[in-house]
C-alpha cells in the first residue's frame, strides 16, 4: 500500500506540530511508501521507506501551484497509491479531491477541532471519509466521521516513578496562552483551592504564536497579581517537545480546559506517563472517570476536583495513573491510531 500524507511541517523541534513525526513512522510501518507533502519536512527524521516533497512558497498561490504540481506526480506513479491523506488542513482535501478521486484514489481527512469553515465543510463533503478522535471532535455532523482515537507514541512516555517526597501538589498546564484553553478559569480554581487549605503550586508552559494570544498572557498575567497567586504560579515560555515528558514526570496532575469540540492531546500524554489528568472536555469520558472532570466555566469544580485528587493517597494516585496510561496504550496509541487510518485507506 502506497499512502500520501499532506501535513504542514514535519519536525520533532516543532511546539505544535511535532506529534506528526511519530504518526508518520507509525504509517510507515503498515505501508509499502508514505510520500510526504508538506510546506517543510525535515526527511533524515523519517524512515527509509517515506519519500518528502515540499510545497513551500511565499505565497498562498505559490504553494498551492506547487502542491497541486507534487500530487498530481504522484498520482502518476506506479503503483498508484490507495489513498491521500490530508492532516488537519481541509484544504489539501479540497485540492487532492479533483485530482485523486476520478482515479479511484480516496481522500481521507484528519481532522480534530471545533472550528467550522466553509473550506471545512467542501472538504467534509469531497473526502472518502472523515478521521477523528472521536466523532465529537469533529464540528460537523456527518456519516463520514470515524472516531480513531488519538496517535499517542508511548516510547516517548515513560510511566512516572513512585511519589516523591513531598508535600505540595504540583499542578501542570501545558499548551498555547490561547483563550481557548480556559486558564483564567483555571486561575481562579487554584485561588479557591489554597484557600481552602490545598498546598499547592502551579506551572504553565507554552507558546504565544500570534497577537491575541500575546494580548491573553498578558491578561492572565495580570490575574496572576489580581489573585495574589505570584508566589503559587508560573506562566512559562514555549518548551521544546523533548521536554515535555520530563514536565510531565515531575507534575502530580495535569489540567486541562480547552473548549470542547476538540481534545488536547497533551491529557493523553499526561496519562501515557502515568500522570493524572484533570479535564473538562466531555469528549473525555472515556478516558477519565467523573472525578476528573469539571464544568469548563466553572473554577469552584476545578478546585474541587483538584482538593478531592490532593486528598488521595500516594498508592492510590499510583494505581489511578497505571489505568490511565493502559487506556491511552488500548485506544489511543500511535500504532492504532496508524491502523485505523490504514483500515480506512484500504
Not at 485530482?99 to 467550522?116: D, M, Q
Not at 474541587?304 to 485506544?331: I, K, M, N, Y
Amino acid at each position: 500500500m502506497r499512502l500520501v500524507f499532506v501535513t504542514q511541517q514535519v519536525d520533532p523541534g516543532h511546539p505544535a506540530l511535532a506529534a506528526t513525526v511519530p504518526m508518520l513512522r507509525a504509517l510507515a510501518g503498515k505501508a509499502s511508501e508514505v510520500v510526504v507533502l508538506a510546506d517543510r519536512a525535515l526527511p533524515e527524521v523519517l524512515p527509509e521507506n517515506c519519500r518528502v516533497r515540499s510545497f513551500g512558497s511565499r505565497t498562498r498561490l505559490g504553494r498551492g501551484a506547487k502542491f497541486e504540481s507534487a500530487l498530481a506526480a504522484e498520482l502518476a506513479r506506479r503503483p498508484k497509491p490507495t489513498a491521500v491523506v490530508a492532516h488537519m488542513c481541509p484544504i489539501y482535501a479540497v485540492l487532492a479531491a479533483p485530482l485523486a478521486r476520478p482515479l479511484g484514489v480516496k481522500v481521507l481527512l484528519w481532522y480534530t477541532h471545533w472550528s467550522v469553515s466553509r473550506t471545512l465543510r467542501m472538504a467534509e463533503r469531497v473526502s472518502n471519509d472523515v478521521l477523528s478522535v472521536d466523532r465529537r471532535t469533529f464540528p460537523i455532523d456527518s456519516p463520514k466521521v470515524r472516531g480513531i482515537g488519538h496517535g499517542i507514541d508511548l516510547s516517548e512516555f515513560a510511566c512516572r516513578d513512585g511519589e516523591t517526597a513531598r508535600t505540595d501538589l504540583r499542578v501542570l498546564v501545558l499548551g498555547r496562552y490561547s483563550p481557548a484553553k480556559g486558564l483564567d478559569v483555571v486561575l481562579k480554581a487554584v485561588r479557591l483551592a489554597l484557600d481552602d487549605g490545598l498546598d499547592l503550586r502551579l506551572e504553565a508552559y507554552g507558546p504565544a504564536l500570534n497577537p491575541e494570544e500575546r494580548a491573553h498572557r498578558g491578561e492572565l498575567e495580570r490575574l496572576v497579581e489580581e489573585l495574589d497567586l505570584a508566589r503559587r504560579v508560573k506562566l512559562g515560555h514555549a518548551v521544546l517537545r523533548s521536554e515535555v515528558p520530563g514536565l510531565l514526570a515531575r507534575a502530580d496532575v495535569l489540567v486541562n480546559n480547552m473548549r470542547a469540540g476538540a481534545t488536547d492531546k497533551v491529557v493523553y500524554e499526561a496519562c501515557a506517563s502515568c500522570t493524572a489528568a484533570i479535564a473538562s472536555n466531555p469528549a473525555f469520558d472515556s478516558l477519565l472517570p467523573d472525578e476528573l472532570r469539571f464544568g469548563r466555566e466553572d473554577p469552584r469544580s476545578l478546585a474541587d476536583s483538584l482538593l478531592a485528587f490532593g486528598a488521595r493517597p500516594a498508592e492510590e494516585r499510583q494505581g489511578l495513573g497505571r489505568t490511565l496510561r493502559d487506556r491511552v496504550a488500548a485506544e489511543h496509541s500511535v500504532d492504532s491510531w496508524a491502523r485505523a487510518v490504514v483500515e480506512a485507506a484500504a
